[in-house]
């Protein structure tokens, strides 16, 4: 085995042993995404095609791409959802595992931080991004992230280094459906397509029918997913736009007031990984902005090498201009962030005057993320909030499941209300943007909303949540409209809807 192959496995079963901890019991639809995740695939698996059950009317989805939820069909279709959820960590675990190996095997064998770079320190940076708290968090519950950090280390082998049984059209053909499905997968990867075809042509200058060939695959893809977005456009109801339309459909109320609104908060999840142990102040400040800097140079180097260097890029500036926290995006990307700053490194060691400077810097960041590393460890962080979420959802969901079959609750999570309670659920809490700006449904705008779903119970799940926050709001506007039925300690409430209320 070489030497790039002896990387790969050994990075690949590092993150699988640490991975493996990460497992656990906790219901699906915890985080949101992965609850909806799971009722795509039941509804495919149930011959309702791409469409939302849990809402009244199973409306047809279009915020996700259907990949993902295509993978998982056969899981939910077959196994019990407490299986079909373990199951579909499983998967993730190995999806995550490989695609590491990948990384760290594809950043050996094209000397990706250098030939002068030392070669164990590629798939070190690797690992040791595959092993952070916050992946470890993502990959152990039902989200597309290692399914999407899978397909993105495809498209780069292949774009980069095709196999050589591959003809050179072949082989960009190979690399555009790879980006194709990672863009199936999430629709950031449209950002994986361009870095593909624009490093084909800009940096290994191509003829024009070898990038054709990769780009079409992109095009028919997005073209696609453009047109099902499209044509299902006005199928969820227009308050739901946000968690349930389109992308395009955020952008269309944030509009030009919100580019470049996410790009101060670009670095922080980075920092409160590898800084979070410095001083708030001047002393954060002097090694933030040099980090920053060396990352920046480092994607700029990269591109000049590989394919990620583009896509990373183009990946970084949709997230600039995008009003959502960048966490869980960037988390997908870690190891090759962590590849993109050490060929910074490396390429600014060149000047004899930024030795000193260099080492210091990468301690400070070494320090910094071991110290948050092993306090994650030893506190079990890599479970996140997943099992006290859980464990609220069991206490109430009997209950719930003990209302009529034609119920429809207003909750927080409502589709993992709906894949445990069998009742019919939609989101409670309801926003939207002006500009950058979160604006909040106001009293008469919930119930407009909530009469039009036909919502005969609301659940407050949590006293501490946004939604308790409109459902004070619009008790206060309606206080004969909602009556209590059912209480649970620590201000949980199960509510119902008096039809001739006024």
């Not at 050994?10 to 985080?31: E, I, K, P, R």
């Not at 970084?316 to 959502?324: C, E, G, K, M, Q």
């Not at 506007?477 to 001739?500: D, N, T």
Request: one cysteine or more; proline letters at 7%; aromatic letters at 10%.
């Amino acid at each position: 085995m070489t030497a790039a192959g002896r990387a790969g496995v050994a990075v690949a079963l590092g993150a699988l042993a640490a991975g493996a901890l990460a497992l656990n019991d906790s219901l699906v639809g915890v985080f949101y995404d992965d609850g909806l995740y799971a009722v795509l695939a039941r509804s495919l698996a149930s011959g309702h095609g791409y469409a939302y059950l849990h809402l009244p009317g199973a409306p047809a989805a279009t915020h996700f791409p259907p990949l993902y939820p295509l993978i998982l069909t056969p899981l939910f279709g077959l196994l019990p959802l407490g299986a079909a959820a373990m199951a579909a960590k499983i998967l993730n675990l190995l999806l995550a595992a490989a695609a590491a190996g990948l990384v760290a095997w594809h950043a050996v064998r094209t000397d990706l931080l250098g030939p002068a770079v030392p070669r164990w320190i590629a798939p070190a940076i690797v690992l040791a991004a595959a092993l952070a708290i916050p992946v470890l968090v993502v990959q152990s519950v039902v989200f597309a992230e290692p399914l999407f950090a899978a397909l993105l280390a495809v498209s780069v082998v292949i774009g980069d280094r095709p196999p050589a049984r591959l003809s050179p059209v072949g082989a960009a053909v190979g690399a555009g459906v790879a980006a194709a499905f990672t863009l199936l997968t999430r629709t950031i990867g449209i950002a994986v397509g361009a870095g593909v075809v624009g490093f084909l042509l800009l940096v290994r200058r191509v003829p024009a029918r070898r990038a054709l060939a990769a780009a079409t695959p992109v095009l028919l893809a997005s073209l696609g997913w453009a047109w099902w977005t499209l044509a299902h456009r006005r199928a969820v109801d227009p308050a739901l736009a946000i968690n349930y339309g389109s992308y395009g459909e955020v952008l269309s109320q944030t509009g030009l007031g919100a580019l470049g609104s996410g790009i101060l908060d670009l670095p922080r999840p980075l920092a409160a990984i590898t800084l979070s142990w410095l001083p708030a102040g001047a002393i954060h400040w002097l090694f933030a902005v040099p980090a920053f800097g060396v990352g920046l140079y480092g994607l700029a180097v990269l591109a000049q090498r590989s394919c990620i260097g583009l896509a990373l890029a183009g990946y970084l500036a949709i997230l600039a201009v995008w009003p959502f926290p960048p966490d869980r995006f960037l988390w997908g990307v870690l190891p090759w962030l962590g590849v993109a700053w050490a060929a910074g490194a490396a390429a600014l060691w060149r000047h004899a005057r930024l030795h000193l400077p260099l080492l210091v810097l990468a301690g400070v960041l070494a320090v910094g993320f071991a110290s948050y590393e092993v306090a994650g460890f030893a506190h079990h962080g890599y479970t996140g909030p997943a099992g006290d979420i859980s464990a609220n959802f069991r206490e109430l969901l009997p209950d719930v499941g003990q209302l009529p079959p034609s119920a429809v609750v207003a909750t927080d999570d409502e589709a993992l209300v709906w894949l445990y309670s069998h009742r019919t659920a939609v989101p409670f809490y309801l926003y939207g943007y002006r500009g950058a700006r979160v604006v909040e449904a106001g009293p008469a705008e919930q119930r407009a909303y909530l009469e039009r779903q036909g919502v005969t119970h609301v659940l407050l799940a949590s006293p501490q949540s946004a939604s308790a926050r409109e459902l004070r709001a619009l008790i206060a506007a309606y206080p004969s409209w909602l009556v209590p039925v059912h209480a649970w300690s620590g201000a949980r409430w199960l509510y119902a809807v008096r039809r001739s209320a006024p």
